[in-house]
């Protein structure tokens, strides 16, 4: 992480080697979350696995050989509490997150209020409790998931997709402020993938947009492309790459 490695003749396949980096990812226990934690193990890095659900990420740490943390995003004791826990990240993984999914008019203050907590207070403070050491140790990268609605709104996604956008500009901030310190700090948005959180939410049907037709590649992502680019951003061969949020959507965005 940092500067690329020298060396025109290196195989890219070196700079996606992990081994030796401790990342931690949080929302691990489902979806996205899940398809990058064992996209990392297989790519050789020391597993640091946070969420809310104590058994589910106590289970698949023990399956991948990594160490399980519960707490809650929402609560800024518990993100206080973890950032202490894990001691040294070489990689940030802001992953976890909520979708509440109702027209504006239907939001009360408590919806929006979890929706602020959640998906940005608690992505700022990660970014914060850990970029801390990250910069006084001159390394380490940072990837939120942030998401296509960002850029394209969404029915019923107002305020979501508003914290989306915020986590995006807070990453650009973030690059300008400890890229000297060799920090690169950079989002991923994906477009729509059937997780818990779209399969379960009355919006799954997206009722009255496009749906699929919107999407030029014809089909909604996979949580293991999710993974893919997550790990090529937090490599050595994105080493160039800071401030930047990827789009990730099969062309949803184009319209
Ligand atoms: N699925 C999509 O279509 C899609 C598209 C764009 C962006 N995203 C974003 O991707 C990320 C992962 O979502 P997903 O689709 O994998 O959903 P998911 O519901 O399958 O996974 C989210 C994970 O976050 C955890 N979590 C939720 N609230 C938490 C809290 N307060 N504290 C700690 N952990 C908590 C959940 O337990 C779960 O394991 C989210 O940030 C989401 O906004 C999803």
Not at 7 to 12: E, H, P, R, S, T
Request: neutral net charge; contains cysteine.
């Amino acid at each position: 992480m940092g500067l690329a490695k020298a060396g025109a003749a290196l195989k890219v396949d070196s700079l996606l080697d992990f081994k030796g980096h401790r990342v931690l990812i949080t929302g691990a226990a489902n979806g996205f979350g899940e398809a990058i934690a064992r996209k990392f193990q297989a790519h050789g890095a020391t597993l640091l696995l946070a969420d809310i659900e104590l058994e589910r990420i106590q289970s698949l740490a023990a399956e991948l050989g990594g160490v399980g943390y519960q707490f809650d995003q929402s609560d800024s004791v518990s993100v206080d509490r973890l950032c202490q826990a894990v001691g040294e990240v070489d990689i940030l993984v802001n992953n976890a997150g909520i979708l509440i999914a109702k027209p504006l008019l239907s939001m009360s203050v408590q919806d929006v209020q979890a929706l602020v907590a959640t998906d940005f207070v608690g992505v700022w403070q990660l970014m914060r409790g850990v970029g801390e050491g990250m910069v006084s140790r001159k390394k380490g990268v940072i990837l939120s998931i942030g998401s296509q609605t960002a850029f394209c709104g969404g029915e019923n996604r107002g305020i979501y997709a508003s914290m989306k956008a915020a986590v995006s500009q807070l990453t650009r901030a973030a690059a300008v402020e400890w890229g000297p310190s060799g920090v690169r700090v950079v989002c991923l948005a994906p477009g729509r993938s059937l997780t818990r959180m779209t399969q379960t939410t009355a919006a799954t049907t997206y009722k009255g947009d496009r749906g699929l037709e919107r999407v030029p590649l014809g089909r909604w992502g996979a949580t293991d492309e999710v993974a893919n680019m997550t790990l090529f951003l937090c490599s050595d061969a994105a080493s160039y790459v800071t401030g930047e949020t990827l789009i990730a959507d099969g062309g949803y965005v184009l319209g």
